[in-house]
């Protein structure tokens, strides 16, 4: 990627005074991993991340919307653009209606929602990052998703210059997947519709989750949660390998959906180590900066296990980590 010019920088600066110069990714992603942007921008309005990409547009100056940064893998050269965060953590509850801007933390609104005496978004304190970032990938754990919650995102239009608002049906919602990783359009704000309920159950829920997500994860290590999506199938036929050389668990049959970390874990990857990347002892589909992991130490265990489960069990895992700078 070419060098921006002074010219560049400066005039974007002169639209954006807060703008900060060659600021270290490593500061701003959950692995603790990246080179420098050339110029990172905290979006604190949806209008400003709006006026952030039209500018940068204008100025021929190559840029990324953030959220937090928890899933997120960026290149050991950094990004020479813009990189900009969405700052805004506003929420509204009217009712069963709960309006989240992009920027709002995932487990601070399932928090929230509980203390509104609402439930259905309990799950959502045991996801990392933004909410944002949860519907552009349809995050989700024990057994809750985006997609059964979402009525209404949002979005900037970068294409045709101008907000639209997506009915659920027109996100198309797949598993950790939606309409937003494949066409130009930047989350602003998510609208979901939750159910009254019982607060103290609800509160319970979320202790419960967050107890069982301690035990069964990696904890005091960085890391961008899940390496990998889990593997969903159509067809059993696919898993006749699988089946001719352990038992597979039946709740994972019946959810058509293989479990990345059981393959993993399955293969003995557990621990297995590249540099200063490590998949976790613990969890499967972990991966692990050890301190002072570099992207391509990532890259290289990550495409590692990848071909080991491709050549010893025949599936292709995909990527559930998104990449920046490479």
Avoid at 11 to 20: D, E, I, L, M
Avoid at 230 to 253: A, C, G, H, W
Wanted: proline share 2%; net charge neutral; with cysteine.
């Amino acid at each position: 990627m070419n060098q921006l010019t002074n010219q560049q920088v400066e005039r974007f600066k002169g639209a954006f005074p807060s703008v900060k110069e060659n600021e270290s990714m490593v500061a701003h992603t959950y692995l603790k991993i990246g080179g420098l942007a050339r110029l990172y921008f905290i979006a604190e309005t949806g209008d400003a991340v709006v006026h952030a990409i039209e500018t940068a547009l204008s100025m021929q100056i190559p840029w990324t919307v953030i959220g937090s940064g928890s899933n997120l893998l960026v290149s050991d050269d950094g990004f020479q653009g813009v990189v900009i965060q969405t700052g805004d953590r506003t929420q509204k509850i009217n009712g069963v209606s709960v309006s989240a801007a992009a920027g709002l933390f995932t487990g601070s609104l399932a928090y929230a929602t509980v203390d509104a005496g609402l439930i259905g978004f309990e799950w959502g304190a045991g996801v990392p990052g933004t909410i944002g970032g949860a519907t552009y990938g349809d995050a989700g754990c024990f057994g809750g998703e985006m997609q059964n919650v979402v009525s209404s995102v949002d979005v900037y239009d970068v294409i045709n210059q101008k907000r639209v608002t997506f009915s659920h049906a027109e996100c198309h919602f797949g598993y950790r997947d939606s309409r937003f990783k494949h066409e130009p359009l930047i989350i602003l704000s998510t609208a979901l519709t939750l159910k009254m309920g019982d607060v103290v159950a609800a509160r319970l829920k979320i202790s419960e989750m967050t107890a069982k997500r301690k035990d069964s994860q990696p904890q005091g290590l960085f890391s961008a949660g899940c390496l990998f999506k889990n593997f969903e199938f159509t067809d059993v036929s696919v898993l006749e390998k699988l089946q001719r050389e352990d038992e597979i668990p039946e709740t994972m049959i019946k959810a058509k959906r293989i479990s990345a970390g059981w393959l993993v874990d399955k293969l003995g990857l557990k621990g297995k180590t590249i540099g200063k990347a490590q998949v976790s002892s613990i969890h499967g589909n972990f991966l692990l900066n050890l301190g002072g992991a570099r992207a391509q130490d990532v890259l290289a265990l990550s495409s590692y296990v990848k071909m080991k489960v491709r050549d010893e069990l025949g599936i292709l895992l995909e990527d559930e980590v998104q990449y920046l700078g490479f």
